[in-house]
């Protein structure tokens, strides 16, 4: 039984270490431009073992990817949101999108790699999944409209501008928190949820109908 134990303990610990390591690879340098070896050199395991534990380099890469889709959605709590009045939604879901980027720290840069290279590794299920995300935004949207605190706007274009912020602040995080270490930063290095909030208020300020109603 001790072996076993033992046994399942380390295909955990290397299953992660190359998840780990791929992530970090793909969310800099994409799909297409990261190799086997190179995994394998970051982690010191044999590049064989990729295919045991996920099949292929296009099955690591999947499971990476839903591994992070998944952090960030857990994260999201469409009662506690609906709980607070309409005009703090946006903020609110903000700092949910920023703490599941920092759950899932490779999930942006992969993102923006998939989206660059025009291979579309993302399986159809992760896209559906993070739809989920725009379904939450619009929905927001919609129910501020209705409560006539916000005015008319295009909930996709809401999304687009949120989700389009927070992404860039974090696949540019490493670049930040590198010119800090080294004391050539001219400006705060933002806290993630503070910057998260920040855009969403800005958002949700921006939306406010001329005439709003109470919140609700």
Excluded: C, W
């Amino acid at each position: 039984m001790a072996r076993t134990n033992r046994k399942s303990r380390d295909a955990a610990a290397s299953r992660a270490a190359l998840m780990d390591a791929a992530g970090r690879l793909f969310a800099r340098r994409g799909f297409s431009a990261t190799s086997l070896d190179m995994i394998a050199a970051e982690t010191g395991l044999n590049k064989a073992m990729v295919a045991y534990y996920f099949g292929s380099k296009t099955g690591l890469y999947q499971s990476v990817l839903d591994a992070g889709v998944s952090k960030l959605l857990e994260r999201v709590d469409i009662d506690a949101l609906e709980a607070s009045p309409p005009a703090r939604r946006l903020p609110a879901f903000a700092r949910v999108l920023a703490r599941g980027f920092e759950a899932a720290p490779y999930l942006p840069g992969m993102l923006v790699q998939d989206y660059l290279s025009g291979t579309q590794q993302m399986r159809p299920e992760a896209a559906a999944s993070l739809a989920r995300n725009f379904e939450v935004t619009r929905a927001i949207v919609e129910r501020g409209q209705m409560a006539g605190v916000f005015r008319e706007a295009d909930p996709h274009q809401v999304h687009l501008t949120l989700v389009g912020a927070l992404v860039f602040f974090s696949i540019t995080r490493p670049f930040r928190n590198k010119m800090q270490s080294e004391g050539r930063l001219p400006f705060t290095n933002p806290d993630p949820e503070e910057f998260a909030e920040f855009v969403g208020e800005m958002l949700a300020r921006g939306l406010v109908a001329e005439n709003p109603s109470e919140p609700g």
